[in-house]
């Protein structure tokens, strides 16, 4: 086989035409959810409740299941950088029907332990009917939406970023039409809201196999699955699933913490940390256009340009880190009047804010390293860093927490106060942990393993 030829563009053109689009399509899963709960918020309050309830279900399972489309997206690359087509294609092949399966194998789980689930989380009464409903009826779709994160992982590491943006967008104007009807007009309720979400979810997988349909044929491709190919898959997607865990760990864990310091204080972290979740989007795109050209590049063999772009990208991230830093810690004040008018919450948030607008650079860091090593294949050492980083932040969450009840002065400080330190654990001692890790590791060769 033949190295892929060199890319002429300058690195930053390759890096804004990739991560641009993806950050679109990024979008496109929370803006479903989004658009299901606007739609339901006006049923009711129970209603409403319900769907709060199973969208937390969902997302989680979205969250860890990521993993295919992070582990199809390097090794579809890799093998295009080293010139085999019919290679990076089989494995994308793979990666759909293990998407499937386990997709298959989740919803049968999901509808069977749906009560289980709403009553785990705290739901009880009409909430749980409404939670149980949603999340039932959403379960057909699972196998659909976990087959798009794997042919969209087939599509990134093939350099096409355009096409999942695109399907991305009809379908979210597609998902709003069917469920308003379906919730509305069929007056389904709860139950239409997430079959809508199903329907579209499997259009856009039929779309997905259209586009790649005529791409498998070129390749030589055939559409049965290769048991080898889905066990490495599943072997690439085992540790990176591990990674996707510690991190929703992390996450879950500093939640506890804030709701056992008061309703003022859990509420003023869910606002900081919408924000946080609004600003990974774009850096999770730029991590993005790192797993595909840091994949391609490997694979042909070519280390200069791996660092090169290694380089240009955090730069990028450390920059991007800095504005919106400077951005956030001059809207701090703004932002949360918008959410809530409780002065109380307002005050705690915007101390949030503060934290998290300083620690922006060293975010940006961490998630291009994430995807630089994601494209690197690098997936074992990034699962076992990850479970190195919780079991640092775990106890200083614990001691944070300890503080900011006042345990220690016998007075609990102001929710704002409450708010930084628990913020100064998860962005500045997890994200820190995060940074040196990685770090350590770019700095090293250990993850330039070249070819397909």
């Not at 299941?65 to 093998?79: D, E, I, Q």
């Amino acid at each position: 086989m033949t190295a892929a030829p060199r890319d002429a563009r300058p690195i930053s053109r390759q890096i804004l035409a990739l991560a641009v689009p993806a950050f679109g399509a990024l979008l496109a899963e929370p803006m479903f959810l989004l658009a299901d709960t606007a739609i339901i918020g006006h049923l009711g309050v129970a209603e409403l409740a319900g769907v709060g309830v199973g969208t937390t279900v969902l997302h989680t399972v979205t969250g860890l299941m990521v993993f295919l489309a992070y582990s199809t997206t390097p090794a579809v690359s890799r093998f295009l950088g080293a010139g085999n087509l019919g290679a990076a294609m089989d494995r994308g092949r793979d990666g759909v029907w293990l998407a499937l399966l386990l997709g298959t194998v989740l919803a049968v789980a999901g509808w069977v332990a749906a009560p289980s689930l709403a009553g785990l989380i705290g739901a009880d009464g009409a909430v749980q009917d409404h939670a149980v409903a949603y999340l039932q009826w959403s379960m057909p779709g699972i196998p659909a939406m976990l087959g798009v994160l794997a042919a969209t992982g087939i599509l990134r590491g093939l350099l096409d970023t355009k096409t999942p943006l695109i399907v991305a967008g009809v379908g979210f104007a597609a998902n709003i039409g069917l469920n308003f009807v379906l919730v509305y007009g069929a007056g389904l309720g709860v139950a239409g809201s997430a079959m809508g979400t199903s329907a579209v979810q499997w259009a856009m997988f039929v779309v997905y196999l259209a586009v790649l349909y005529p791409r498998f044929r070129r390749a030589g491709t055939h559409l049965a699955p290769s048991g080898s190919g889905m066990r490495a898959t599943a072997q690439v997607g085992s540790w990176l699933l591990l990674r996707t865990a510690t991190l929703r760990a992390a996450i879950l864990f500093t939640v506890v913490a804030a709701t056992g310091l008061g309703t003022a204080t859990l509420a003023a972290h869910q606002l900081v940390f919408t924000v946080y979740s609004t600003l990974a989007f774009a850096l999770d795109a730029l991590a993005i256009a790192a797993q595909a050209l840091i994949g391609r590049e490997l694979g042909a063999g070519r280390k200069e340009e791996a660092r090169a772009l290694t380089s240009t990208m955090v730069r990028w991230s450390l920059w991007f880190g800095v504005i919106t830093g400077l951005l956030l810690a001059v809207l701090a004040w703004v932002l949360p009047p918008l959410f809530t008018p409780e002065p109380a919450v307002q005050a705690a948030a915007t101390a949030g804010l503060l934290v998290l607008a300083a620690s922006q650079p060293l975010s940006g860091y961490v998630f291009v390293l994430d995807g630089v090593l994601i494209g690197a294949g690098d997936a074992r050492y990034l699962a076992l860093a990850g479970v190195v980083n919780l079991a640092v932040y775990l106890p200083a969450l614990a001691g944070l927490g300890w503080l900011a009840t006042g345990a220690g002065t016998g007075q609990a400080p102001e929710a704002g106060a409450q708010l930084a330190l628990l913020w100064a654990g998860f962005a500045g001692v997890f994200m820190g942990a995060r940074a040196l890790t990685l770090g350590l590791r770019a700095r090293s060769d250990a993850w330039m393993r070249t070819g397909g």
